[in-house]
């Protein structure tokens, strides 16, 4: 496996706690990525990053908040859990801009209720 | 929209046997990448095959092969002597050069029978 590592694995949280999800990469990759997957939706890009402090929206942005203080660290913030944000989080990396190989963590599964 | 569409939820095949995932995507583009990628239960998300669209040569990995039809926007995924350790969930994946996306489709569960 690509040297990524996601934590928590698994969190139950309640409704309006805020949350925070780490992603932590040893491969030196520029990109990193947060997605969600969700059934009958596949996996939706949530942030994404270029670089230390350079972050930009995906498709399903609406709630979240990422930062990225070094290159290795990635962190994806729920800043008021909802029942909507029920997911599994993945978090993935590339080292090109054009998502030619994408890496993946092993997920988090967050419920929020 | 941008869409990768699988119609096919669930899919079985017979151990040893051949199976032929289906794929179809939407865009404007000329240039862009198709994936495969693998999700077992272990929720491992595993790239099994890529094909670049300027490529007109099928890729093939092992007993994974593609047939890429890129005037009907078509990708399917074959999988050649399916062994219990192929049973998994399939994404189709597409993204764009330059872009910073990779569009999902919702996916194909896959059983092996014994």
């Known amino acids: 496996d690509a040297g990524i590592t996601q934590s928590p694995r698994h969190k139950v949280t309640e409704t309006g706690t805020p949350v925070t999800l780490r992603c932590h990469q040893t491969?030196?990759?520029?990109?990193m990525y947060w997605y969600r997957q969700d059934p009958g939706h596949g996996l939706r890009l949530i942030h994404y990053?270029?670089?230390?402090?350079?972050?930009d929206k995906g498709e399903v942005s609406d709630g979240y908040s990422v930062s990225r203080s070094k290159t290795e660290d990635f962190l994806l913030t729920l800043e008021s859990a909802t029942s909507s944000q029920t997911s599994v989080y993945f978090c993935?990396?590339?080292?090109?801009?054009?998502?030619?190989?994408?890496?993946f963590g092993s997920g988090t599964q967050l419920s929020v209720l | 929209a941008q869409t990768v569409t699988q119609s096919q939820p669930e899919m079985s095949v017979q151990e040893a046997e051949t199976v032929t995932l289906s794929c179809t995507y939407d865009?404007?583009?000329?240039?862009?990448?198709l994936f495969w990628y693998k999700q077992p239960p272990s929720r491992q998300m595993i790239l099994v095959i890529r094909?670049?669209?300027?490529?007109?040569q099928n890729a093939t990995e092992n007993r994974f092969s593609v047939n890429f039809q890129k005037a009907a926007k078509s990708f399917s995924l074959k999988i050649s002597d399916s062994q219990l350790g192929d049973a998994a969930m399939y994404f189709c994946?597409?993204?764009?050069?330059?872009?910073?996306?990779?569009?999902f489709g919702t996916g194909t569960r896959l059983t092996v029978i014994p």
């Open positions: 993935a990396i590339s080292d090109g801009a054009s998502n030619e190989k994408l890496f």
């Open positions: 491969e030196n990759h520029r990109y």
């Open positions: 990053s270029y670089g230390v402090k350079d972050t």
């Open positions: 865009t404007s583009e000329s240039d862009y990448y």
């Open positions: 094909q670049e669209a300027y490529k007109q």
């Open positions: 994946a597409r993204s764009e050069t330059g872009a910073n996306n990779l569009f």
